[in-house]
């Protein structure tokens, strides 16, 4: 983790104004290089007994990658939005999010 990701606070979502969450929240994604991730998740190979130990790697990286940006998402949630993405990958959680609060009324209040 950058000294960067240490020394910047991410934005708290309390249910209203998700669409500048968001925005605020993509480009800190983009500046930690997790951005990836949360748009696209990590595909876990069907058969891993196969992969190489370089594959191997790459996966254990992109689902550390993974864990990283779903613990900024999850911490930067309000505790009553929280148990709806508690369990979820960081792709799941940003589209749990995504599908409720997007472009709706609440994100204008």
Do not use: C
């Amino acid at each position: 983790m950058s000294s960067l990701a240490k020394q910047i606070s991410v934005p708290i979502f309390s249910g209203q104004n998700y669409d500048y969450w968001a925005i605020k929240m993509k480009t800190y994604f983009q500046s930690q290089k997790l951005w990836e991730i949360v748009e696209e998740g990590v595909t876990l190979p069907e058969d891993s007994s196969t992969s190489s130990s370089a594959e191997k790697g790459k996966l254990e990286n992109k689902k550390a990658n993974d864990s990283e940006a779903l613990y900024y998402i999850q911490t930067a949630v309000a505790d009553h939005i929280f148990p709806r993405i508690s369990v979820a990958t960081s792709k799941e959680a940003w589209s749990i999010l995504q599908k409720e609060y997007q472009g709706s009324a609440k994100a204008y209040h």
